[in-house]
């Protein structure tokens, strides 16, 4: 199997597992208990807690250990927008679910949904016209799941700022890989997506930022986020944001040496999204014609995506590829094909020979 579906998750490392196995098997007391064992696991977690701080390069700040990126947004959303008087969020088109379904189910909320260009980013005109004094908070993915494109953060948070207004970032995509956007309120993250655990995230907090907590409880993390932390989850996601900065140039160089290799590979396809602010361990590509979804159960040797993997099976069009204007028949012609540290050139090569021999047995061009 060659896997190409980073995006979704990446393989675990290694050096993250083997920290993992003693919290596991051994070191198996609770962090929260006074003990001593209880007191070593705690010691474990905060250790992973300051790899993870360490890795994001932020000013002074807090993190909150999360069950995933959708508990830390949760969090983030919920608690924003009712830390202020004020009763509209504004988020673009392109978000997540995590963060476009919570912002549109907050009662007593407006939501705007900003538009992006054919290229996936962020209208700023239309943004600078709907960020005003009457919003709580602005939530920008930095770098989209589906199609790879990186958001002008910088720019939203500060007319999120000039407003009064907190603002979220939703980091999952471009931790460890794209600069964090300093001026942010709050960023959340996910363990497997830089090669951690699932079941792990977090939420980072600048300093003197208090929200009202969603979870009630033990009063654990800080009292915003109750209920038992898993020692090994944490340090399997500490050892992996370690690993990032350890590797970041290593990863880097091998990650743009595969994307110029894939544009070559698939040079009779079509890039969806920005071509120049994007992520280039992301490839979103269509083919006219292409029935992507024959494609994907053809290539059974090969894991890839139609889309965001939290949308797969719904059978309904990605509201990421609806928001750059691509039809129907468009967005059902296209595939996410992701790769990163663990992924060879061999397996890129082997993977787009099978995906265009497939495509030209539906009849499109070799």
């Given at each position: 199997?060659?896997?190409?579906?980073?995006?979704?998750?990446?393989?675990?490392?290694?050096?993250?597992?083997?920290?993992?196995?003693?919290?596991?098997?051994?070191?198996?007391?609770?962090?929260?208990?006074?003990?001593?064992?209880?007191?070593?696991?705690?010691?474990?977690?905060?250790?992973?807690?300051?790899?993870?701080?360490?890795?994001?390069?932020?000013?002074?700040?807090?993190?909150?250990?999360?069950?995933?990126?959708?508990?830390?947004?949760?969090?983030?959303?919920?608690?924003?927008?009712?830390?202020?008087?004020?009763?509209?969020i504004v988020a673009i088109a392109t978000e997540h679910?995590?963060?476009?379904?919570?912002?549109?189910?907050?009662?007593?909320?407006?939501?705007?949904?900003?538009?992006?260009?054919?290229?996936?980013?962020?209208?700023?005109?239309?943004?600078?016209?709907?960020?005003?004094?009457?919003?709580?908070?602005?939530?920008?993915?930095?770098?989209?799941?589906?199609?790879?494109?990186?958001?002008?953060?910088?720019?939203?948070a500060a007319m999120a700022h000039d407003a009064g207004?907190?603002?979220?970032?939703?980091?999952?995509?471009?931790?460890?890989?794209?600069?964090?956007?300093?001026?942010?309120?709050?960023?959340?993250?996910?363990?497997?997506?830089?090669?951690?655990?699932?079941?792990?995230?977090?939420?980072?907090?600048?300093?003197?930022?208090?929200?009202?907590?969603?979870?009630?409880?033990?009063?654990?993390?800080?009292?915003?986020?109750?209920?038992?932390?898993?020692?090994?989850?944490?340090?399997?996601?500490?050892?992996?944001?370690?690993?990032?900065?350890?590797?970041?140039?290593?990863?880097?160089?091998?990650?743009?040496?595969?994307?110029?290799?894939?544009?070559?590979?698939?040079?009779?396809?079509?890039?969806?999204?920005?071509?120049?602010?994007?992520?280039?361990?992301?490839?979103?590509?269509?083919?006219?014609?292409?029935?992507?979804?024959?494609?994907?159960?053809?290539?059974?040797?090969?894991?890839?995506?139609?889309?965001?993997?939290?949308?797969?099976?719904?059978?309904?069009?990605?509201?990421?590829?609806?928001?750059?204007?691509?039809?129907?028949?468009?967005?059902?012609?296209?595939?996410?094909?992701?790769?990163?540290?663990?992924?060879?050139?061999?397996?890129?090569?082997?993977?787009?020979?099978?995906?265009?021999?497939?495509?030209?047995?539906?009849?499109?061009?070799?």
């Amino acid at each position: 199997m060659i896997y190409l579906d980073y995006q979704a998750t990446t393989p675990l490392a290694p050096e993250a597992f083997d920290a993992m196995v003693p919290l596991l098997r051994d070191q198996f007391a609770n962090p929260h208990s006074a003990h001593r064992p209880g007191r070593a696991a705690a010691a474990a977690v905060e250790v992973a807690r300051d790899r993870v701080l360490s890795a994001m390069g932020m000013p002074a700040g807090r993190l909150i250990f999360t069950s995933g990126a959708t508990e830390a947004l949760n969090i983030a959303i919920y608690g924003a927008a009712r830390a202020q008087a004020r009763h509209r969020i504004v988020a673009i088109a392109t978000e997540h679910a995590a963060v476009r379904d919570t912002a549109l189910a907050q009662d007593g909320f407006e939501t705007t949904l900003l538009p992006v260009g054919p290229d996936g980013i962020v209208d700023i005109d239309a943004a600078r016209a709907a960020i005003g004094t009457d919003v709580a908070l602005v939530a920008a993915m930095l770098v989209n799941n589906e199609i790879g494109v990186i958001q002008p953060v910088d720019a939203l948070a500060a007319m999120a700022h000039d407003a009064g207004a907190l603002f979220l970032c939703d980091a999952v995509q471009g931790f460890g890989r794209v600069p964090l956007p300093i001026a942010a309120d709050m960023i959340a993250l996910s363990g497997h997506k830089v090669h951690g655990p699932k079941g792990i995230g977090a939420l980072w907090l600048r300093d003197g930022l208090d929200l009202p907590r969603l979870l009630h409880g033990g009063g654990q993390e800080g009292g915003l986020r109750s209920g038992t932390l898993s020692p090994a989850l944490c340090a399997g996601f500490g050892v992996a944001a370690h690993l990032l900065t350890q590797r970041a140039e290593e990863d880097a160089v091998h990650v743009e040496a595969l994307w110029r290799r894939a544009l070559d590979l698939f040079a009779g396809w079509t890039l969806n999204g920005s071509a120049a602010a994007r992520y280039h361990g992301n490839l979103n590509l269509r083919r006219e014609g292409l029935d992507a979804a024959r494609l994907l159960s053809e290539c059974r040797d090969i894991a890839f995506s139609l889309g965001s993997a939290c949308a797969s099976g719904s059978g309904r069009p990605s509201h990421v590829l609806q928001a750059i204007a691509l039809s129907d028949r468009q967005a059902k012609g296209s595939v996410r094909i992701g790769f990163g540290r663990y992924t060879s050139t061999a397996q890129l090569e082997d993977a787009a020979r099978q995906l265009n021999q497939a495509a030209a047995a539906q009849g499109l061009p070799a």
